[in-house]
């Protein structure tokens, strides 16, 4: 090899060294894909909260150590309804859009861990996983579906807040082993009383005009049915600004208990339902259809399954309803009358209480919609809750609205006054004739001042009575539209709006203070 070819070979081998190092040189390293991820929304392509059709909320309960399962979605019909709640209608869908907003703007602030052993620590834990051990760590798992195709748009497990950055919670996906720390300002309630109408009778209590309180109870013997404990009371008041009355009241030595009477009509203002049970469709269509309750024999059980009992009336021809624990009947100045029955008393957890034990298909067959309920003592480590079913009614009464306007009464027409013989032409004047003019004049004048008075009357009356047909027909209204939601539904009440409602004397009356008795007469010597 000759030295110009030497030469070559040494300067190709050094250039092919620079070139392999031009590309085997330092480079900046490139980011881990966690990290890439940082600063990103979890679900960039959700960006329409109308298109969120259902919302479930899965989260640890720890007073019944179960996962409690919440959601609401919408039916084809458009309604809004909680599946797991027997289908009751929502109110909350402000709610959904508040929190279907939120979820679509979380992103990921920074990378809290990249393990999934470190899910506990962090409280983001999947609650529906098979696995779970630890629910100490299990967080709250939020899944957001379209209606088109049941599409995920948003699944997310939120965890622990983070330690001195108040609002920023640990958040993964759940087919994620990296949790990130986000900030996140969603309240989602899985509570049933937070979703639905909070206000169950739509009673203004300023229009609260008499309450009656049928108090008693009905104890189950194995020779039938027997009634205890009878009691009535009734209160009234002719405006709102006026006390309330008690009918029996001996006003000398008792008045009546203005606390317990308040408590009485806050209840009733504010009469809030902590569970549901739906009705029959043979009971719910015959409510819906005005036609009563009709006394088949399996609505019959159904009803005594619930703490109801038909029971013949006096002259055998027809069935009333008996309820276990008494009624309230509330009548306002609309003309509506609510019929407020009380059953038996149910206890269970949170849950149990809003939609009873439910079976695993969650449905039952028609007729047979009741609730398979089973002993407290079967879940001895759940809080038991005590409640009070309660089946309610609305009945337009047209004496709620004070007395019909009477016509006014037209004045008769003064009687004609005899007119005295004619005068000869050279007779003096009688003194008769005079005084009968003054007197056709006078009685033509009252006469007018009675016709205006009437044709007054007669206007007023008018106007009146448009008033009151206004007011019966928007009563009428609105007991249709109340037995129209009431018609599908058994309700269930807390044990102290129960107590609140179905009052006694022993607590609606006290005894009358010293400064508020009449003064006594002085005894004689």
Request: charged letters at 30%; proline letters at 6%.
């Amino acid at each position: 090899m000759n030295e110009s070819m030497r030469t070559m070979i040494y300067v190709g081998a050094a250039a092919f060294s620079l070139l392999l190092a031009w590309f085997a040189g330092p480079t900046v390293p490139k980011a881990p894909a966690e990290f890439s991820t940082v600063g990103k929304e979890f679900y960039p392509d959700f960006t329409d909260a109308s298109a969120a059709k259902s919302l479930q909320v899965v989260s640890y309960n720890s007073d019944t150590a179960a996962v409690r399962v919440f959601g609401v979605e919408q039916g084809p019909d458009g309604v809004w309804r909680i599946p797991s709640r027997h289908g009751y209608p929502v109110d909350g869908k402000d709610r959904l859009g508040k929190s279907a907003t939120s979820i679509m703007g979380i992103k990921r602030e920074g990378l809290a861990g990249k393990r999934k052993t470190e899910h506990a620590q962090f409280g983001v834990l999947d609650p529906l996983a098979e696995n779970v051990s630890d629910f100490k760590g299990v967080g709250n798992r939020v899944t957001l579906k379209d209606a088109k195709d049941g599409k995920v748009l948003a699944d997310l497990i939120i965890g622990k807040e983070v330690k001195g950055r108040p609002g920023y919670y640990y958040v993964r996906a759940p087919k994620e082993d990296q949790t990130y720390i986000a900030k996140v300002g969603i309240d989602v309630s899985t509570k049933f009383a937070d979703w639905i109408e909070a206000d169950l009778l739509k009673l203004d209590a300023t229009k609260l005009r008499s309450v009656i309180i049928d108090k008693h109870s009905i104890e189950i013997t194995a020779e039938g049915g027997k009634m205890v404990g009878k009691e009535a009371n009734k209160l009234t008041r002719p405006n709102a600004t006026d006390k309330w009355k008690l009918e029996g009241l001996d006003e000398a030595t008792e008045e009546v208990n203005e606390d317990e009477v308040r408590k009485l009509v806050q209840s009733l203002d504010d009469l809030k339902i902590v569970g549901v049970r739906p009705k029959s469709e043979r009971l719910k269509k015959r409510l819906q259809d005005d036609k009563g309750i009709g006394g088949d024999a399996r609505t019959q059980a159904e009803l005594r399954d619930m703490g109801f009992f038909l029971v013949p009336t006096e002259n055998q021809r027809s069935l009333m309803m008996i309820s276990q624990e008494g009624d309230v009947y509330a009548e306002t100045d609309q003309g509506v009358l609510y019929e407020l029955h009380f059953g038996s008393v149910f206890s269970g957890s949170e849950e149990e209480v809003e939609s009873g034990f439910i079976k695993s298909s969650d449905s039952a067959a028609d007729g047979d919609q009741k609730d398979t309920e089973k002993k407290d003592e079967d879940k001895p480590n759940s809080k038991k809750i005590k409640s009070r079913y309660l089946f309610v009614q609305a009945v337009f009464d047209p004496e709620g609205l004070g007395p019909k306007p009477e016509p006014p009464v037209k004045p008769e027409a003064p009687a004609e006054t005899p007119q005295p013989n004619a005068a000869k032409p050279d007779a003096p004047a009688d003194a008769n004739s005079t005084e009968n003019g003054t007197g056709e004049a006078d009685a033509k004048k009252a006469q007018e001042a009675a016709m205006a008075t009437y044709d007054a009357d007669v206007k007023k009356y008018d106007a009146d009575l448009k008033a009151y047909e206004e007011k019966a027909k928007s009563g009428q209204k609105m007991v249709k539209d109340l037995n129209r939601r009431f018609a599908d539904w058994y309700y269930v009440i807390s044990g102290d709006s129960f107590e609140n409602l179905r009052q006694g004397r022993k607590t609606l009356v006290k005894p009358k203070t010293e400064s508020a008795k009449p003064d006594e007469p002085a005894k004689q010597p």
